[in-house]
């Protein structure tokens, strides 16, 4: 049993990507169908489906590559807030990653969205991950 789902769907989707994986399959929650959904939304991945085997849920990811290299989309996918140290934003201190080239998933009253959304919303909360 994973206590930080968050982490291990990030560090499943980070080593599928170094290995260059087309699929990648991750146990669902609610937190972890609301990030896939952000990251086909911004193009970071094709797409992703839900599915359940023997009364567990899964979401199978294809991960997006560029070119006949198959360059991962996904550089870089760092998390930030964890169990032990949780990191909180205001909305005007949301962060910027990579100069908005990158998005940051924030955890918010209003749901899961990224950092510019939440910004144009005027909400904070919690910052669970760069990608870039």
Known sequence: ??????????????????????IVQIPATRMSLGI???????????????YSEDSKKYILISLKYIGKSRQPVICKIERVSKPG?????????????????GIAIISTSKGLMTNIKARELGVGGEVLCYIW
């Open 85 to 101: 140290l949780r990191v909180y934003s205001k909305s005007s201190n949301l962060p910027k990653v990579l100069d908005n080239l």
């Open 36 to 50: 896939a959904e952000i990251l086909k939304v911004e193009g970071f991945i094709e797409d992703f489906e839900a």
């Open 1 to 22: 049993m994973v206590n930080d789902t968050i982490s291990d769907m990030l560090t499943r989707i980070r080593n599928a990507n170094m290995v260059k994986h087309q």
